[in-house]
């Protein structure tokens, strides 16, 4: 079983970690400087701008699992108040490391309530369509954001 440190102690030992590293950030002029906008992300396995924008556009759904490596964001079922007889899930996986259109694919799920059971629906195309233009215009927001 491990054994965790006190909060001081482990920030004290994570403080001590990245003094060093503070000295090396100032002073040379001749340094390339990072470009915050670069459209390939290493840090996780998908487009980061493209991740964002798919968990701030499904906020108000509960999440039902995220892969951040794999690219994939399933929700669990939503029901909008206003329609209380209807229900939907969502699918979004994030295909490329670079933000592009082709780059995000939405599936979605409709349910009915029928007499108290929930039956199988269609979704309209304009539905996931219109979801994916949400995220990439969002995603390309963010990207405008980051360049400054």
């Known amino acids: 079983m491990a054994r965790r440190l006190p909060a001081p102690v482990s920030a004290g030992l994570l403080l001590?970690?990245?003094?060093?590293?503070?000295?090396?950030?100032?002073?040379?002029?001749d340094r390339p400087k990072a470009d915050l906008a670069a459209s390939?992300?290493?840090?996780i396995g998908v487009n980061a701008y493209l991740w964002r924008a798919t968990l701030d556009t499904l906020s108000f759904m509960p999440l039902a699992q995220t892969d951040s490596n794999g690219g994939v964001v399933v929700t669990d079922w939503y029901i909008d108040p206003n329609t209380p007889d209807e229900r939907m899930?969502?699918?979004?996986?994030?295909?490329?490391?670079d933000l592009r259109a082709?780059?995000?694919?939405v599936a979605a799920s409709r349910q009915v309530s029928?007499?108290?059971?929930?039956?199988d629906a269609p979704v309209k195309a304009?539905?996931?369509?219109k979801l994916e233009e949400i995220i990439l215009t969002k995603a390309r927001?963010?990207?405008?954001?980051?360049?400054?």
């Open 16 to 29: 001590a970690a990245l003094l060093p590293l503070a000295a090396c950030g100032g002073g040379s002029k």
């Open 40 to 43: 390939r992300v290493t840090t």
């Open 89 to 97: 899930k969502l699918t979004v996986s994030i295909l490329d490391q």
């Open 102 to 105: 082709d780059a995000v694919r």
């Open 114 to 119: 029928q007499n108290g059971v929930w039956i």
């Open 126 to 129: 304009a539905t996931v369509q």
């Open 141 to 148: 927001d963010l990207r405008r954001m980051a360049i400054g």
